[in-house]
């Protein structure tokens, strides 16, 4: 299975850059604008409505429609697990119901000194079977350009 990383450090304390990220206005503000991201429902493990805090069992219905071509592709995002301490922290999504038949992002957060090492590590299954497969490794060209705005995106609001 393919999988896509990428690092980055950020200039701000890891306190800061794991609360950003645990909150739907993260991923809301690091999403490109070519996405055209919608986020249409966020339900907490429990079943609330919009927690401040995605926690494990945390899912986000929500739907893109990359730079505004063919229908809105939806799929529901759950927060599989979630850890912090010892100057680490991370947590991970997977895809239901989407596009993708596989897509597991792991969003891990290190303290380096004063700055946090943000790293995003993708675990994708293109679609349409066997051709997905065949062209899996390619799906790099199409998810830099996304991973390279959202953590330029990051150190532009968390830097001080």
């Known amino acids: 299975m393919p999988v896509y990383t990428r ?3 950020v200039d701000a304390p890891l306190a800061d850059v794991w609360s950003f990220h645990s909150r739907v206005e993260g991923l809301e503000a690091l999403t490109p604008g070519f996405m055209n991201l ?5 339900r907490g493990p429990d079943g609330e409505a919009d927690p401040d805090v995605l926690m494990q069992g945390s899912e ?4 893109m429609r990359p730079f505004g071509v063919g229908p809105r592709q939806r799929w529901t995002s759950v927060i599989t697990d979630r850890e912090e301490g010892n100057g680490v922290a991370w947590f991970r999504d997977e895809m ?3 596009p993708f038949p596989r897509w597991v992002h792991t969003h891990r957060f290190r303290t ?3 700055a946090t090492i943000v790293e995003d590590r993708l675990e994708y299954e293109l679609p349409l079977g066997p ?3 065949l062209f899996g490794p390619a799906g790099v060209v199409g998810f830099a350009p996304m991973f390279r705005s959202r953590h330029n995106r990051t ?6």
């Open 60 to 63: 986000i219905d929500m739907s």
């Open 131 to 133: 051709l997905g497969r």
């Open 38 to 42: 919608e986020v249409e429902a966020i």
């Open 112 to 114: 380096d000194g004063e």
């Open 96 to 98: 239901r119901g989407g």
């Open 7 to 9: 690092r980055t450090r």
């Open 155 to 160: 150190r532009e609001i968390l830097e001080k």
